[in-house]
Antibody
Framework: EVQLLESGGGLVQPGGSLRLSCAAS????????MIWARQAPGKGLEWVSS????????YYADSVKGRFTISRDNSENTLHLQMNSLRVEDTAVYYC??????WGQGTLVTVSS | DIQMTQSPSSLSASVGDRVTITCRAS??????LAWFQQKPGKAPRSLIY???SLQSGVPSNFSGSGSGTDFTLTISSLQPEDFATYYC?????????FGQGTKVEIQ
């Protein structure tokens, strides 16, 4: 059974940084593109970033380009999202997903002073 | 970027009703379209991928169709557990984009 467990969310001030992690199990992690998506409170879904199985190709939404960095550790079956220069509008539940599906349960990031 | 437009944004229906949600892409995406169901406080659940392929474990009263720019999610007979918000998503090209969602409420 595929399991994805996000961690690292919390409260941070504007301009601050957080590093999210997603521990994966139940599949051959290195064979799959992984993604981060988010959902602001009461809003719809937004794709944030994707990374290829080998980690050599990364893609970002314009809203986070230059501030967020996606990475993966295939030896540890872990996906990361380094978030710098955080803004109030980055407040959301952040989900990791194995390609299109399934999605993890999410971790809440709150950016507020 | 490819814009995904869902309609309606919300609907009210009764158990047993047939429900249809449409999703239109701003440019052709072949069949690179997925549908998700989301209930309050829960992660999105994948229903359909490749426009019409049913995800494992999804009841057969869900179906998807379409290709190019116009797509449809149909629930043939609405069940109590189907009241939720539904999203379409294109994965033909980056940035992947979602529709704004359709909330299915109890009439």
């Amino acid at each position: 059974e595929v399991q994805l467990l996000e961690s690292g969310g919390g409260l941070v001030q504007p301009g601050g940084s957080l590093r999210l992690s997603c521990a994966a199990s139940g599949f051959t992690f290195s064979s799959y593109t992984m993604i981060w998506a988010r959902q602001a409170p009461g809003k719809g879904l937004e794709w944030v970033s994707s990374i290829s199985g080998s980690g050599d190709r990364t893609y970002y939404a314009d809203s986070v380009k230059g501030r967020f960095t996606i990475s993966r550790d295939n030896s540890e079956n872990t996906l990361h999202l380094q978030m710098n220069s955080l803004r109030v509008e980055d407040t959301a539940v952040y989900y990791c997903a194995k390609g299109l599906f399934p999605w993890g349960q999410g971790t809440l990031v709150t950016v507020s002073s | 970027d490819i814009q995904m437009t869902q309609s309606p944004s919300s609907l009210s229906a009764s158990v047993g009703d047939r429900v249809t949600i449409t999703c239109r892409a701003s440019q052709g995406i072949t069949n690179s379209l997925a549908w998700f169901q989301q209930k309050p406080g829960k992660a999105p659940r994948s229903l359909i991928y490749a426009a019409s392929s049913l995800q494992s474990g999804v009841p057969s009263n869900f179906s998807g169709s379409g290709s190019g720019t116009d797509f449809t999610l149909t629930i043939s007979s609405l069940q109590p557990e189907d009241f939720a918000t539904y999203y379409c998503q294109q994965y033909n090209s980056f940035p992947w984009t979602f529709g704004q969602g359709t909330k299915v409420e109890i009439q």
